[in-house]
Each structure stands twice: as C-alpha cells, then as structure tokens.
C-alpha cells in the first residue's frame, strides 16, 4: 500500500503601496494601492484568480466528483481568505464547496502568514487562534494538522503543536536532517509522544511546482504516466508520498500553456490505475501509520531556496532591521487596545512583505526578484519602514493619551474633565512657567505633580524651564 | 569639427603605412578617422559608443553635424560597442542601427580602495547636518536642476540637509537662480569643479550622492562614490543602472520620488549601511579585466 497525500497552500499578502516618507502622519492606509502595478492588491488577487484559483478549483471539483479516492489538503492565510471574500467571493465559495465534499482538509497556520513563532510565541498563538476561528466560520471545521509559513520548523514548535492538541506537523524532507533516511515515512520529533511529522518529498513536489514547464529540464514534457511512475517506484520502500506545494503552481507558475491544468486533471486516474495506490488527507496519513524514527530539527528548516532555511526573510541587514522592528512594537501596539491599529500592525508581519528585501542574488536570487512586485528591494524597505513609522505614530499618540487618562482615573478627579486635560497638556508643550495660566491648572499640577513626573512629557517641559 | 575631419586625413596616412588587424575607434571624433582607415585599409572596424549627441543635449537640440558623422559612420561599422543597454537602445532607436550589430560591454570601474581623508565641511558636519552631494558637470543632460527641485521638498521636511553640487558647466548661472527662487540658498552649496583629494574628501564627508542625469550612457560617479563608503541614488536613465543592485533608482523626472528616497536614505541608517556594504562588494564583479575581456572576444570573432 502507498498513498499520496497532495497538499496546495494558497496565500495572498497585503503589499504594501509606494507609502513615501512625506505620507507619514497623513496617510492611514498602506495597503490600497490603486495603480495598475503590482503593488494593487486587487488587481493581483482578481489577476490569479483568473489564471490559477478559478480554473484549478473547476479542475479540483471534477476530480472529486468523478474519483471517489481523490483526496487533498489546502492551507489558507487569512490575508488570502480576507481578499477572496473582498474582491472574488465566487472564489471563496468554489472553496467551500471543495471542502464540503468532506474529503478536502484545512491545515493550521498563522492567520497573518507570518514568522510569529521565531518572534513572539504568544503573539504566535494569538494568530494561530484567529485563523482557527476563521476556518471555523468559513468552511465549519477545525485544523487538526499544522503547518508553519514557509514550511518553516523546528523542534520546538513541534513541541508546541503536540501540546496544543495538533495530530501531526508538516515539514521539508530536507536531506540534511534525514541523512540516509526515507521522507515517505511518518516520524516523530524528539521530546514528543504522540504528534507525527510529515515529510514533504521535495523531488517529486518540485518536479511539479519548480521544473513542470522547465524546456530545459532533462524530463520535459513531464506527462501524468511518467510521473505516476516515479511515484509507484517508492511502493516497498515507503508509506505516504506527500506532494507539498504553492497552490499557485497550477496556472500562476506555471502557466497553462504549459499543460499544467491536463497533468493535474488526469493524475488522480492515472495514480490510482495501480491497485495498491491511493489518496490520504494529513489526518489519514498519520492516523494510518506509526513513526519510523525520530527527526531532530534544531535549527529552522524551511522550504525555500536551497538553504532551507529563513536567510531569503532575514538574511540582510534591512531585513532583520525590518522585522525586528516590527515585533519591537508588539507590547506598544498590544497596549492601544486598538483593533484597527493592532490588525494592520499584523499584516505587515506577514513574511512576505521581508521576502520581497532579500538580496540573495545568486540562483535563487532570480525566483526573489520574479515574485517581488518592488523594483528593488530597497524600494521594499522603504515602503515598508515608512508604513510602520506611521503605525508607530499612530499607536504613540493613543497610547499617550492612555496614559494621562490611567493617571487622571487613579487620583479620582472625577470633575476635571479628562479631554480638558490632554488640551491642556498640549497647551503646557507651547507655554513656559511664567505664562499666566488658570489657577485651577496650578492647583490640579501640584496635586498631580508626582503623577505627572512619570510622563516624560511632563519632566521634558520641566527641564525646558 | 575640424578636429575629426583632419584625423580622419592622418588616419588614412597611418593606416596606409602600418600594418594592423582590427580597427577600434572611441567616441565621434574619432569615428571618422576609423571608417577612413577601413576605407583604406579594408579591415574591419569597431565604433566604440560611450554618449551620444543625444545624450549630451537631453534629446533637444541635438546637434546635426555630430549626428550625422554618427549616423554615416554606425552604417559603416561592422561591430558597434555601446557601454550600456540604454546607450544600445538610442543608437537603435535614434540612429536605425541594426540592433545586432551591437554589443554591449559595460564599463568597468577601479577597485583599490581609497586612503581616508578628514572630512570636509567640518563645522556643517558638527552641527549635525546631512550632506547631499551631486558631483558632475552642470548641464542639461546632468538633470540638476531635477536636483535642486528634490532638495525643496526635502529641506520642507527636514531643513537639517544641506546639498552640495559640485562642478562646473554652461547651466551652473540657471541653477544659481532656480536655488534663488526656490528660498534655497541656505541649503544649497556650489562647491565649485573639486577634484583630486578634494573631490574624494567631498565624496567621503556625503551622507548620500545623488547622480539625477536625464540620459547617462555609464556614469562612473556612483560607482566611485560606493568606493569612498558612501551610497548612491541615481536615475534609471543611466547605464550604470543595469549593473548596479545597491543604489537607489528613481526616474530623473520624479522629484517627489528622489526626495522620498534622500530622506529614507537618512531616517535608515541601516539601509546606507548595507548599501555601502553590499555595494562595494559587488563592485568586484564590475572589473575592467571582464570589460577587457569581453572586447577581446569581440575582436576574435571579426578575426575568424
């Protein structure tokens, strides 16, 4: 017995519009980019939809409808989910309806496709929690599989997964950490009892996702039989084939002129003309067989490049400057109390907004500068810092009149009105001490010296004098 | 004018009297002098393009006599070298040059590092101002006047920025008056044509250089520029462009956006920095030996 267990992940990023230095203060929006550039989020969602989720989904349905067998699993980022329902709903609901044929699963993930577990572990979770939420509200069901952005993991965040009730955990098949070992099998991280790691079987996902419409690859034109051939080699030396992939290869990168959407529409029948293959979801996949062994990932491993690892996030400085940044802000923004603020605050953690910085410009170099919609990647940087500096701003002023609001509440002078005193907090900026001012001020800042002085505004305006 | 017609006469001479393989001749007073010696000689001849008259005059009054001269003699030549993509484009486009014709051989640039100098404009420096340097001829193809537009918008934001421009040309007068005009002569210095060690001085005391040319066949500056540790902003109109990764790019055109950028280049202290770092690296594979050998390539294959 060998089963494939097919797995399409499909996300979309907020990207950042051309935000220049001159809108810091004055602009709130950073994601509404309205030209016919790739920075148009819209344009870009209703572009693949056309060219990738419409047709494949079409593809998708037919194949469930006719192959009793066929099974697979998506992956959503929340930004993607948030788009489809903005700008294509038709897309949304031809996913629902895959899904509803109950033999199509939704993975775990971070809402906002970010690198959160790396950063922050409890803002890791509150993202892990609000796209549990939203698959629950769109599709009715609930993740029992995890998935991190990028496939990226380690043993601790297995660990993680294992404690949080997860059944299994994705990773990359990567040589380096397997050794002789097979990725056809299930494993188990260390330190763990019950979760299983599934193994992506990097050849045979990139000779679909990377190489199908290579013409200077040895094996083109890759045909379905071919293919299903070199899947039906493993049966004797392996258990699961876990095609792991971009949703997107099918017909975004890899364009139908390349006879992607013919490969994918015959597969199913052709895989299963062996009689001792067939399709698993994730879940099937590890509650159908043991562990074989034990994988001990210390270090992040992730699919991308061929480092496997985050340097195409965070491999320069302006990348980890930018990142670090952003989660530098993560008890500020979370102080606002402020949804909008702390929302847009996650959107620009999702990783690609880093990805688009990256200046590897070897081989792999050439994949970044194919998916960036930035002229370079210090274009990227600088469109990105001049947002956060705004949300910065932004979340600065709320959290300043927090703080006066906190130490009015605290002396109870419930009949001094609370707006009255930002306004005059502002005034004070302007005056000096030897301004006449009202007496019931005086009053009220002798009363509220001590307070007072632990605002730096206030012990700023005193050195003024 | 003259001058290229009287070497075209002693190019003939020569080339009657010497023996040689391949004719290689630089720029367009000395194309007449190539096509010449061909004409005598029967060898093959190489016109090497580093600007055109199109270049020198931003697209407006270009000059009839040199254009001619350029026009007849690219028919003439049998390979045509340009310095850079965008150089390649206007002799196709402008010249109705066979764009198979032409290779592009990219210019290279001096990779020793430089001897550190004190910094120049000392008491600027410690008051804490930011140094904006362009460095160049003051033209119309050099788009300097783009540049004093940009330093508007940025001293509106942060009048903390003082912009230097040095060089000389027959445009400096104009930019005197539009600094004028514009309430910038707090802001803007004219340094005058520096060279040598006051040149370098000025290049390591700049925050940041900015090359706005309307139409650059190469352009060196940023380049020397990355090697004296101090990064560029320079305009896509430029051949220098298409080698270098770590500058920034703007349209000459774009004011709003150069100003954007000469401010970012300032907020981000980490961006300048691993520009300069990145930047200089990559300097290494811009070397004048694989210009050398690429034009050595060239002269085999017309030699087969």
């Not at chain 1, 293919?227 to 992939?245: D, P, R, V």
């Not at chain 1, 050439?366 to 274009?379: C, L, R, T």
């Not at chain 2, 100003?259 to 990145?278: F, S």
Request: with cysteine; net charge negative.
């Amino acid at each position: 017995m060998l089963t494939v267990c097919p797995y399409f992940h499909v996300h979309q990023p907020f990207r950042v519009k051309r935000y220049r230095v001159f809108d810091i203060g004055n602009d709130n929006e950073y994601f509404n980019e309205d030209s016919e550039t790739d920075l148009n989020n819209r344009r870009i969602v209703e572009k693949v939809a056309n060219k990738s989720y419409r047709p494949t989904n079409k593809i998708l349905q037919e194949l469930l409808d006719n192959h009793e067998d066929f099974r697979f699993a998506l992956s959503f980022s929340g930004t993607a989910l948030e788009q489809f329902e903005k700008y294509t709903p038709d897309v949304l609901e031809s996913f629902q309806k895959l899904v509803a044929s109950g033999r199509v699963e939704i993975l775990a993930d971070t809402y906002h496709h970010s690198l959160a577990f790396f950063y922050s572990v409890p803002e890791f979770e509150r993202q892990v929690k609000q796209h549990e939420n939203k698959i629950k509200s769109l599709f009715g069901v609930t993740p029992r599989v995890f998935r991190n952005t990028e496939l990226s993991y380690r043993n601790d965040l297995a660990k993680w997964c294992e404690d949080n009730g997860y059944l299994g955990i994705m990773a990359e098949g990567w040589g380096k950490y397997l050794g002789w070992r097979s990725p056809n099998f299930l494993y188990q991280p260390p330190a763990c009892g019950k979760i299983k790691v599934l193994l992506k079987n990097y050849k045979l996902s990139d000779d679909v996702a990377f190489r199908f419409g290579n013409r200077g690859w040895e094996s083109w034109p890759l045909t379905a039989d071919t293919y299903a051939g070199w899947i039906h080699s493993h049966h004797g030396n392996g258990q699961t084939i876990n095609l792991f992939m971009d949703y997107e290869t099918f017909g975004e990168h890899q364009w139908e002129d390349t006879g992607i959407f013919d490969f994918l529409r015959s597969l199913p029948s052709v895989l299963t003309q062996h009689p001792d293959t067939t399709f698993k979801t994730p879940t099937e996949t590890v509650l159908s067989y043991d562990a074989v062994g034990v994988i001990d990932v210390p270090e992040i491993l992730t699919w991308a490049d061929t480092d496997r690892d985050l340097t195409a996030w965070t491999g320069n400085d302006i990348q980890r400057d930018a990142i670090n940044a952003t989660y530098g802000m993560e008890s500020q923004v979370l102080q606002t109390g402020d949804e909008n603020i702390i929302e847009t605050w996650r959107k620009l953690q999702t990783s690609d907004h880093f990805y688009y910085m990256c200046t590897k410009w070897s081989n792999d170099g050439d994949v970044h500068a194919y998916f960036s919609p930035y002229q370079s990647p210090y274009d990227a940087y600088i469109a990105f810092m001049n947002a956060l500096s705004d949300l910065q701003l932004r979340v600065n002023r709320i959290n300043q009149t927090l703080v006066v609001e906190q130490s009015v509440t605290d002396v109870s002078v419930a009949e001094v009105e609370i707006e009255e005193v930002i306004r005059e907090k502002l005034r004070v900026e302007e005056e000096s001490e030897e301004t006449p001012v009202v007496s019931w001020w005086l009053r009220l800042k002798s009363s509220l010296k001590s307070w007072f002085m632990k605002i730096p505004f206030f012990s700023n305006s005193r050195k003024r004098d | 004018m003259e001058e290229a017609y009287r070497f075209a006469n002693q190019a003939a001479l020569i080339a009657e009297d010497e023996d040689f393989d391949i004719i290689h001749a630089h720029d367009w007073v000395a194309y007449l002098a190539g096509v010449s010696a061909k004409r005598v000689s029967g060898k093959p001849l190489i016109l090497h393009v580093h600007a055109t008259s199109y270049d020198q005059a931003a697209s407006d009054n270009v000059d009839p006599g040199i254009l001619k001269i350029e026009k007849e003699c690219f028919q003439e030549a049998d390979k045509i070298v340009t310095v850079s993509n965008f150089t390649k484009d206007i002799i196709v486009n402008k010249h109705g040059v066979d764009p198979k014709k032409v290779e592009v051989v990219h210019n290279g640039c001096d990779v020793t590092e430089p001897p550190r100098h004190a910094t120049t404009l000392r008491g600027l420096k410690e008051q804490g101002k930011k140094i904006i340097l362009y460095h160049g001829r003051i033209t119309i193809q050099k788009g300097v006047d783009y540049f004093v537009s940009a330093a508007r918008r940025v001293v509106d934001v942060d009048p903390n920025v003082v912009f230097v421009i040095s060089g000389s040309g027959d445009m400096a007068h104009r930019i005197m008056h539009q600094v004028g005009s514009m309430s910038l002569s707090k802001n803007v210095i004219f340094a005058g044509a520096l060279w040598g060690e006051d040149r370098d001085r000025m290049y390591q005391s700049a925050d940041l250089l900015v090359m706005p040319s309307v139409s650059e066949p190469f352009g060196l500056v940023p380049l020397e520029a990355l090697q004296h540790g101090t990064p560029a902003l320079i305009s896509k109109q430029s051949g220098v462009a298409e080698v270098m990764i770590h500058v920034l790019k703007v349209d000459f055109w774009d004011v709003e956006e150069m100003a954007n950028k000469i401010l970012a280049t300032l907020r981000y202290p980490v961006m300048r920095e691993q520009m300069v770092q990145e930047g200089k690296r990559s300097l290494f594979t811009i070397s004048w030996r694989e210009a050398a050998n690429k034009v050595i390539q060239l002269y085999r294959n017309l030699l087969k």
